[in-house]
């Protein structure tokens, strides 16, 4: 399979009278806003007449007011908003083809030679056919005089870009689908309050999510939710479910747990082929064990709500990369659609990935389980694997003592630094449980550098983690304070205790704390064991990772936060917000919660900014206030300039936009630290910690001397573990050292910098059909006049303009919005 990786971006107007639409179909999901929202800004920008086809194929067919104009508004306050706001709809007119007649006439009365479309397979294989007809349906047009001859040269090629909106996340081709993330929020929000319920009542739920043909939600979910037991279509359970059942959730209530949680696909099926329902199951358990059981049916809920902050910047960058597509295309380019591979944006060819998709169904038909999650990608197969590492029936028997730790094996130890970050708590859980299966024993070292050289280490028993993977902050406790000139001491301890192996979980400090322990080899040979960090820090400030542990489910909840405090100015004249996020010196935050939030400027230390520019962006938020726009959200990240503060920055809004808007300040604090984790933090902590033992291991059995004692002297035996595109990559500390500016502690490369062109452009007021360039206050004085005479606002954009002119333009501005 073929992939263009996409291109940079392309000048503004570079395809100027352009006819480009956008449609939703099939089912909805979370995120298709954010994705149309950006297909419009993207083609206004580069100069396209952008349409909505509202009601999908049906309202292409039917035509008429179903085909708008969008204009730059038109997509304004949508980005948070769940569902699509131009609608979805089954169509059976455009099956046949007289519906795809009318459809491409309509098209080419607007001159609409390029579609975005966004929907599942069968949405995407129909647009398909629809270009492949394009030359013959025109010539049948114009044969009938329904179309003109100009009409059909103009318009002789139809160029399509897909987009995957679908919460089931079962198209090949592309790591997560729009709707996907959102969805999984739905579901853990609901897996968390039952767990409450259930409890406190010693009960057993079963909860069924959708996924008809793709088991995916319902396997991140049981993976996120220390579920005790899955059913999925793609790996049906043993012939004898339902003993092996039985005896888990025995297993399970028999080491102290009050509750049981039951995770099933709608589309579960048995190895027969025949499906396996929650009614069946809830017999099973009822029959066998007579405890209280009970289901749960969360159906469209899952579809509801507003999308996750990862889904607005899916369909952020999705919806801009396919307008690219379309503008780069030619008559001999192939359909795409646009997908995530790991953290990039990539165009594959539409129709592989459409027939890989079948190849799963037919493989689930052929009962070739294997097959089927082979091919459902490598992101599903590791989630399998790890559920089930997670959730053996049994572990091996002797691997444990009456305390539940284990007799034999490496001593391994894990320990924090650093602020605490969600997710923390689920990677513990799995490292202990990944050693103590293999029968190492674990040592918890509790409060960081301070508890480890206190002594404060305790031994980790299977049933110490449990209910972790769903708890926010760090339970073993984490400072910021860095070893420092206590090497020895640490030394002693490591020692004393026996420990072959250190995991560190923490942000910026954990990976200082671990390159000191590495550097401190030659003095202390105690160090000399398998030193591993797995990154975990909001800020996602660490070398060597594209993620962090935290980092999403603080953007998660700024954006949120973002959210209720523009609603809370519902109904107030124009306002505008600007809020501080922490993050240090690394902007990364500020960025993607801009991005995720449809803020109107972000501010961040790695991109220097001026008075000029604040000043410009001022005059591009009157622009859009006096154009009905009603609020505004300008973020700053919390070290982004020493002189222009966050109190500044309101400052100057709340002066300069008298008599226009007012403004209002926030600094988020801490709060952006809590809550509960997010799936992707759950599921993040719960695999690298299971890539990390496994590492460790490996280093342990290489580097072990006859008589038992570690020798890693190698810089390769002390790394971090990181997310490099869709890899997990361990990467020596030693030569992260180079990659890392120590001075703001941040890396020397980032690649969410390369999100900032795609903020501004989504962002501001900067892009008409007829481009106008104001240099000077004559040209402006020309351009209010014209306003006043016609009673209206066009969109224009100053270019370069004078600080000693400004107030004047602005006076002019707040007078021409304030009269009648």
């Known amino acids: 399979m073929t992939e263009n990786t996409g291109s940079k971006f392309i000048g503004r107007g570079a395809h100027k009278g352009k006819g480009i639409a956008v449609f939703t179909s099939g089912g909805d999901s979370q995120g298709m806003n954010a994705a149309v929202r950006a297909v419009v800004r993207m083609g206004i920008y580069l100069g396209c007449k952008v349409y909505f086809i509202r009601e ?115 198209f090949c081709g592309t790591d997560m689908t729009i709707g996907t993330d959102s969805a999984l929020h739905r579901i853990i929000e609901a897996v968390d309050c039952i767990v409450s319920t259930a409890y406190s009542h010693q009960r057993t739920f079963i909860m069924e999510v959708m996924g008809r043909h793709c088991g995916y939600l319902a396997l991140v979910a049981a993976l996120t939710s220390e579920a005790d037991y899955v059913f999925i279509p793609e790996s049906p359970p043993p012939e004898d479910w339902q003993s092996k059942l039985c005896e888990k959730l025995e297993q399970e209530r028999s080491v102290g747990q009050r509750l049981n949680i039951i995770i099933v696909s709608e589309g579960a099926i048995d190895r027969n082929g025949d499906p396996i329902t929650a009614e069946q199951i809830r017999k099973v358990v009822v029959d066998n064990l007579n405890q209280d059981t009970r289901i749960t049916v969360l159906g469209h809920v899952q579809r509801g709500g507003n999308p996750s902050a990862f889904d607005r910047v899916l369909g952020c960058r999705m919806g801009a990369e396919a307008v690219m597509a379309l503008m780069e295309a030619n008559e001999n380019t192939e359909p795409c659609v646009i997908s995530l591979d790991g953290n990039q944006a990539v165009r594959l060819p539409l129709m592989e990935c459409v027939k890989q998709t079948k190849a799963v169904a037919q493989a689930l038909a052929d009962k070739q389980w294997d097959k089927a999650v082979q091919l459902r990608g490598k992101s599903f197969m590791r989630n399998l694997e790890t559920y089930k590492l997670l959730t053996r029936l049994k572990p091996p028997k002797d691997a444990f003592d009456d305390r539940g730790h284990g007799k034999e094996g490496y001593t391994m130890a894990v320990m924090h630094v650093g602020a605490p970050a969600c997710g923390m708590n689920a990677a513990v859980r799995s490292f202990v449980r990944n050693c103590i299966y293999r029968g190492d024993t674990v040592l918890g070292i509790h409060d960081g550098v301070e508890g480890f050289i206190a002594g404060n280490i305790k031994n980790m028993s299977w049933s110490d983690v ?85 980092c999403d489910t603080a953007l998660n909840e700024i954006t949120e936060i973002c959210d209720r405090i523009r609603q809370s100015a519902q109904g107030t004249k124009r306002r505008v917000f600007v809020i501080e996020t922490m993050g240090g010196y690394c902007g990364y935050l500020a960025t993607l919660a801009g991005l995720a939030g449809g803020s109107d ?159 501004r452009i989504l962002a501001k007021h900067d892009s008409t059909y007829e481009e106008e360039d104001i240099t000077d206050s004559k040209e402006l004085a020309k351009k209010l006049s014209d306003l006043r005479r016609r009673g209206t606002l066009v969109e224009f954009e100053v270019i370069e303009y004078r600080a000693d002119w400004l107030e004047s333009q602005m006076t002019k501005i707040r007078k021409h919005v304030s009269s009648p």
Request: aromatic letters at 8%; a neutral charge.
């Open 466 to 550: 449990t209910g972790w993977v769903s708890v926010g902050g760090a339970y073993l406790g984490t400072k910021r304070t860095l070893p420092g000139n206590r090497l020895g001491l640490i030394a002693s301890r490591i020692q004393e205790f026996g420990i072959q192996a250190i995991l560190i979980i923490g942000g910026f400090e954990a990976y200082q704390a671990a390159l000191q322990f590495s550097e401190g080899r030659d003095q202390h040979p105690a160090f000399c064991i398998p030193i591993m960090v797995i990154p975990s820090t909001i800020s996602n400030n660490v070398p060597g990772t594209e993620f962090s542990l935290g």
């Open 601 to 759: 400027a972000a501010y961040i230390y790695e991109e220097k900014f001026t008075i000029k520019d604040l000043q410009q962006d001022v005059y591009h938020m009157a622009t859009k206030m006096s154009e009905g726009v009603q609020r505004g959200l300008i973020l700053r990240n919390e070290k982004a300039s020493d002189n222009y503060n966050t109190d500044f920055i309101y400052r100057l809004y709340s002066e300069e936009g008298k008599g226009l808007f007012s403004a209002r300040m926030n600094v988020l604090g801490h709060m952006q630290q809590g809550g509960s984790p997010t799936p992707f933090d759950r599921n993040l902590g719960t695999k690298m910690a299971a890539k990390a033992v496994d590492w460790i291991v490996c280093q342990l059995k290489n580097n072990t001397e006859l008589d038992g004692t570690m020798c890693c002297s190698d810089p390769n035996t002390a790394c971090l573990l990181g997310i490099i595109k869709r890899q997990y990559k361990c990467t020596s500390l030693a030569s992260l050292k180079m990659q890392t500016n120590f001075d703001q502690r941040i890396p020397k490369d980032q690649w969410w910098l390369k999100l900032r062109p795609l903020l």
């Open 56 to 170: 999908g194929y049906q309202g292409m067919v039917d035509g008429g007011e179903n085909i708008m104009e969008a204009n730059w508004s038109s997509v304004s306050c949508i980005i948070h908003k769940g569902g699509t706001i131009i609608g979805s709809a089954r169509c059976k007119d455009f099956r046949e083809k007289a519906g795809r007649l009318k459809a491409a006439k309509n098209l080419v009365q607007r001159g609409i030679t390029n579609l975005v479309v966004i929907g599942g397979d069968g949405s995407l294989t129909g647009a398909d056919l629809f270009r492949q007809e394009w030359g013959t349906l025109l010539d049948e047009l114009l044969k009938t005089n329904e179309i003109t001859a100009e009409q059909r040269d103009k318009c002789k090629t139809l160029q399509i870009a897909g987009l995957v909106g679908s919460i089931d996340n079962d």
